[in-house]
Nanobody
Framework: QVQLVESGGGLVQPGGSLRLSCAASGSISSINTRGWYRRAPGKQRELVGIITSVGSTNYADSVKDRFTISRGDATNTVYLQMNSLKPEDTAVYYC?????????WGQGTQVTVSS
């Protein structure tokens, strides 16, 4: 079974940057949307941003102008560049692939923003 594997999380100081990566363990066809969600402690999971198959992007207001989603089509990967990180960005970040047939989710990677 194909799995999504995230990497790149960790501890960073406020104002710092991190780059998350998500790779599929096998081939996934008919990917319509790739994206990132996050769940902060005590809160529901929320959308961070998505990128469509034609390259259109959409971001949560809280991360606009700080986070950037990109994709590697040849490698079925998706990236999240996070700049100017704030303590409120602390959460478990999950990558997501939406295909014609089903949705895929990664297991999550912890991002902690703290001094």
């Amino acid at each position: 079974q194909v799995q999504l594997v995230e990497s790149g999380g960790g501890l960073v100081q406020p104002g710092g940057s991190l780059r998350l990566s998500c790779a599929a363990s096998g081939s996934i066809s008919s990917i319509n949307t790739r994206g990132w969600y996050r769940r902060a402690p005590g809160k529901q999971r929320e959308l961070v941003g998505i990128i469509t198959s034609v390259g259109s992007t959409n971001y949560a207001d809280s991360v606009k102008d700080r986070f950037t989603i990109s994709r590697g089509d040849a490698t079925n990967t998706v990236y999240l560049q996070m700049n100017s990180l704030k303590p409120e960005d602390t959460a478990v970040y999950y990558c997501y692939y939406g295909t014609t047939w089903r949705d895929y989710w990664g297991q999550g990677t912890q991002v902690t923003v703290s001094s």
